[in-house]
Nanobody, 121 residues
Framework: QVQLVESGGGLVQSGGSLRLSCAAS????????IHWVRQAPGKGLEWVSS????????FYTDSVKGRFTISRDNAKNTLYLQMNSLKSEDTALYYC??????????????WGQGTQVTVSS
């Protein structure tokens, strides 16, 4: 079955860096776009970043542009999120998500358990 396992979260001071990883299994990793989605305490889900199948196409929400970098290693079935210049507003549970197209719609169909990132000011 599809599994997505995030790691790398933790407590970091404002201005610091973290690198999140997501180990994928149970599907052909290099044929799917993969995404990072986060949820801050008491708030809804927020899309953070996406990467296309080959890794050359990357996309970011405005609030993280220039600070976060998404990448993937298809040989290792692993997704990454390098987070620099972290701010307190980046505090959230970060999910690795696989998307699926079905009947003309695109769904965030498979989610990891999440990894907590806490940025102290």
């Amino acid at each position: 079955q599809v599994q997505l396992v995030e790691s790398g979260g933790g407590l970091v001071q404002s201005g610091g860096s973290l690198r999140l990883s997501c180990a994928a299994s149970g599907f052909t990793f290099n044929t799917y776009w993969i995404h990072w989605v986060r949820q801050a305490p008491g708030k809804g889900l927020e899309w953070v970043s996406s990467v296309n199948t080959g890794g050359a196409g990357t996309f970011y929400t405005d609030s993280v542009k220039g600070r976060f970098t998404i990448s993937r290693d298809n040989a290792k079935n692993t997704l990454y999120l390098q987070m620099n210049s972290l701010k307190s507003e980046d505090t959230a549970l970060y999910y690795c998500v696989r998307g699926t197209s079905y009947s003309g719609m695109y769904y965030y169909s498979n989610w990891g358990q999440g990894t907590q990132v806490t940025v102290s000011s």
